[in-house]
Structures are given as C-alpha cells and as structure tokens.
Nanobody
Framework: VQLQASGGGLVQAGGSLRLSCAAS????????MGWFRQAPGKEREFVAS????????YYVDSVKGRFTISRDNAKNTVYLRMNSLKPEDTAVYYC??????????????????WGQGTQVTVSS
C-alpha cells in the first residue's frame, strides 16, 4: 500500500492543523493506521493509532486531549486533528500502516508501510 501524507505547515502555538494520509489500497479498511513524528536529532516516536473500523484509538500521553485520530474507509484516508499545538510538537509527521498488527502497537518496526512525511512547525 502507498501512503501520501499532507496537511502540514507553519502554525503559531495554540493553533490547529489537520493532517491527512491517503492510501492507495482498496483494502484500506483492513489496515491498522498510525501516526508517528520525528523531531530533528530525535528518534521517530509514536503519536496515535486507530483500528480498522475506528473503534479503538491510542495516543501517546503528550498529545492526549489535544490530538484526535480518525479514519474514513470510504475515502481510504486517515486523519490527525491537532489542536492546542505547542512548539514541542514541531516535527515531521509520518503515517504508517500494517495489517494484522495490534492497534496498540507503538514501535516503528510494527508497521510495514510508511508515507513520505509532512512537516509541522509550531512557532512560539
């Protein structure tokens, strides 16, 4: 499956962005989807994940209450709504996919398919 992430940009602290990740695979509904991010000089870290039907979601503690992951299987797209953005949210955001993985999976090695990344920059 090919993934195309979009929606990044420059925003002031406290602002919002919505990231999108479009998948090429018609069997998109079979995949667990995740969002990761990588800040300069840091390892790629888990942000959020969602089950095949959207019934289960997981978040890293630092974004709980501010970020919302969702999906539209009819559009083969997963979203990450980011509110109350902070400068520490600045990173390249990647979407990822796999089938058969637990929705609680948080390691980069748990996901086989990756998008190209979209830059999010939050100014203070």
């Amino acid at each position: 499956v090919q993934l195309q992430a979009s929606g990044g940009g420059l925003v002031q602290a406290g602002g919002s962005l919505r990231l999108s990740c479009a998948a090429s695979e018609r069997a998109f509904g079979n995949y667990v989807m995740g969002w990761f991010r990588q800040a300069p000089g840091k390892e790629r870290e888990f942000v959020a994940s969602i089950s095949w039907n959207g019934g289960s979601v997981y978040y890293v503690d630092s974004v709980k209450g501010r970020f919302t992951i969702s999906r539209d299987n009819a559009k083969n797209t997963v979203y990450l709504r980011m509110n109350s953005l902070k400068p520490e949210d600045t990173a390249v955001y990647y979407c990822a996919a796999n089938v058969g993985v637990r929705v609680s999976a948080r390691l980069t090695t748990d996901y086989d398919y990756w998008g190209q990344g979209t830059q999010v920059t939050v100014s203070s």
